[in-house]
């Protein structure tokens, strides 16, 4: 059985920083593609940035990029979302996704129905 459990989530003040974990079992996580998402209520799932299963290439929506970072440890089957110089406006449910033939591009990575597995989510509220 896959499961996808992320972590990390939490309040924090403008300009903080969290790392978001994904732990995946149930799967052979190297042959995986992976990707963060996030959502709040009454909109759509948004795409957050995505790694490729060889770690490159990495893409990043353009509301995210320069303050997150992703990276994955095949050791450890994690996936991890840095986020640094967070501003109230990216506060959401966080999930991580998994997707066994996500091509490594971009028109491929960003769309979510090209995932197979989901996380259940992590809030991170930005607040003062």
């Known amino acids: 059985q896959v499961q996808l459990v992320e972590s990390g989530g939490g309040l924090v003040q403008p300009g903080g920083s969290l790392r978001l974990s994904c732990a995946a079992s149930g799967l052979t996580f190297s042959r995986y593609g992976m990707g963060w998402f996030r959502q709040t209520p009454g909109k759509e799932r948004e795409f957050v940035a995505a790694?490729?299963?060889?770690?490159?290439?990495?893409y990043y929506a353009d509301s995210v990029k320069g303050r997150f970072a992703i990276s994955r440890s095949d050791a450890e089957n994690t996936v991890y979302l840095q986020m640094n110089s967070l501003k109230p406006e990216d506060t959401a449910v966080y999930s991580c996704?998994?997707?066994?033939?996500?091509?490594?591009?971009?028109?491929?990575?960003?769309?979510?129905?090209?995932?197979?597995?989901w996380g259940q989510g992590t809030q991170v509220t930005v607040s003062s």
């Open positions: 790694i490729s299963r060889s770690g490159l290439p990495k």
């Open positions: 996704a998994a997707g066994l033939n996500v091509l490594p591009i971009p028109e491929i990575m960003r769309v979510p129905v090209r995932y197979d597995y």
